[in-house]
């Protein structure tokens, strides 16, 4: 009887084992910012490096927006200025005492190509080369800050140290009040905005050749706002791809601007889409790198085609 029983207890199948429930998904991380145009919501300590490369820009003394007006008409001596292409090179830092309050600087250097319809009797008043433009400086507040959203204010300052004349520089100081912001929408997919306007403190008086005289400032607000959604295609263990799309757009709300055949006339009301197409590489050391291209839609522009190359470094 002992045996039996030994044999039918061995026969006994073994109490199944629960299945062990399956390890909790690992959230994909973002970096907190993968737009290239739009300004980054984050507060951090970081050091970027920018090169622009501007094409095809009709009208770059709008609103003293990107380099000073003339203060009177054009003589009949100078030379109708077609376009102008330009290079800018930016270096910038920023510095986070604590998670909701930055500090940082940006200072560019600028290289201009214009180009004038060609005349026997007229001669450029603009020429190529390149300087130092408007150092930018400013704060970063962040009223909302964790890994899913981000709302931070920006408060940024140009200075004239450009020389207007030349093409480098605005002639003026200018204030720019900004609000930014970022949305986590899933593991993979992030939504960054702006909105905010630059406004010119003081900027190059303008006296007409009219009877009586009339006198005004070239430099005018100039409001932007954008968007960029972004979304994580490429994730490994040592870096991470999102391809970002941006709409940018300004509008002018006063100022002057050299239109066809050198007459001034007013900038008010005029309305700019930019469209932008790039994508960020990002590493766990705590760089990226970002490479995009910018194209004006709209029959107004600054710029026809920009391209953008950045690195930047968190630490």
Same mark, same amino acid.
């Given at each position: 009887?002992?045996?039996?029983?030994?044999?039918?207890?061995?026969?006994?199948?073994?109490?199944?084992?629960?299945?062990?429930?399956?390890?909790?998904?690992?959230?994909?991380?973002? !970096?907190?910012?993968?737009?290239?145009?739009?300004? !980054?919501?984050?507060?951090?300590?970081?050091? =970027?490096? =920018?090169? +622009?490369?501007?094409?095809?820009?009709?009208?770059? +003394?709008?609103?003293?927006? #990107?380099?000073?007006?003339?203060?009177?008409?054009?003589?009949?001596?100078?030379?109708?200025?077609?376009?102008?292409?330009?290079?800018?090179?930016?270096?910038?830092?920023?510095?986070?005492?604590?998670?909701?309050?930055?500090?940082?600087?940006?200072?560019?250097?600028? &290289?201009?190509?214009?180009?004038?319809?060609?005349?026997? $009797?007229?001669?450029?008043?603009? #020429?190529?080369?390149?300087?130092?433009?408007?150092?930018?400086?400013?704060?970063?507040?962040?009223?909302?800050?964790? +890994?899913?959203?981000?709302?931070?204010?920006?408060?940024?300052?140009?200075?004239?140290?450009?020389?207007?004349? !030349?093409?480098?520089?605005?002639?003026?100081?200018?204030?720019?009040?900004?609000?930014?912001?970022?949305?986590?929408?899933?593991?993979? $997919?992030?939504?960054?905005?702006?909105?905010?306007?630059?406004?010119?403190?003081?900027?190059?008086?303008?006296?007409?050749?009219?009877?009586?005289? $009339?006198?005004?400032?070239?430099?005018?607000?100039?409001?932007?706002?954008?968007?960029?959604?972004?979304?994580?295609?490429? $994730?490994? !263990?040592?870096?991470?791809?999102?391809?970002?799309?941006?709409?940018?757009? &300004?509008?002018?709300?006063?100022?002057?601007?050299?239109?066809?055949?050198?007459?001034?006339?007013?900038?008010?009301?005029?309305?700019?889409?930019?469209?932008?197409?790039?994508? =960020?590489?990002?590493?766990?050391?705590?760089?990226?790198?970002?490479?995009?291209?910018?194209?004006?839609?709209?029959?107004?522009? &600054?710029?026809?085609?920009?391209?953008?190359?950045?690195?930047? =470094?968190?630490?």
């Amino acid at each position: 009887m002992a045996s039996g029983e030994q044999a039918a207890s061995g026969q006994r199948k073994a109490k199944p084992v629960a299945d062990a429930p399956p390890p909790p998904m690992k959230r994909t991380r973002i !970096d907190p910012s993968m737009v290239g145009y739009i300004d !980054d919501s984050a507060v951090r300590n970081e050091v =970027r490096l =920018r090169l +622009d490369a501007g094409f095809d820009m009709p009208r770059p +003394d709008r609103a003293e927006y #990107f380099y000073a007006g003339s203060s009177a008409p054009a003589a009949n001596t100078v030379a109708v200025q077609r376009t102008l292409n330009f290079q800018e090179l930016y270096f910038s830092g920023e510095y986070a005492p604590t998670k909701f309050m930055s500090a940082f600087v940006m200072v560019p250097y600028r &290289w201009i190509e214009p180009f004038f319809v060609p005349s026997a $009797t007229r001669a450029p008043d603009l #020429f190529s080369g390149g300087g130092i433009s408007d150092v930018q400086a400013g704060l970063k507040a962040a009223a909302i800050y964790s +890994d899913a959203r981000n709302l931070t204010f920006q408060l940024r300052a140009y200075f004239p140290t450009g020389n207007g004349v !030349d093409g480098f520089g605005t002639n003026h100081y200018s204030i720019e009040p900004m609000v930014l912001y970022y949305q986590r929408v899933s593991d993979r $997919t992030a939504l960054e905005a702006e909105a905010g306007d630059m406004h010119p403190i003081g900027g190059t008086t303008y006296a007409a050749n009219t009877t009586p005289t $009339t006198s005004q400032n070239f430099a005018g607000d100039v409001a932007m706002y954008g968007v960029g959604p972004s979304y994580q295609l490429i $994730t490994r !263990d040592s870096y991470r791809f999102a391809p970002v799309f941006e709409l940018v757009s &300004w509008h002018v709300f006063g100022g002057l601007q050299t239109g066809q055949n050198s007459q001034v006339q007013s900038a008010a009301g005029i309305n700019v889409l930019n469209a932008k197409l790039g994508g =960020r590489i990002s590493f766990l050391n705590g760089s990226s790198i970002y490479a995009g291209y910018g194209r004006g839609l709209t029959a107004d522009i &600054w710029y026809r085609n920009l391209f953008r190359m950045e690195y930047r =470094r968190e630490f």
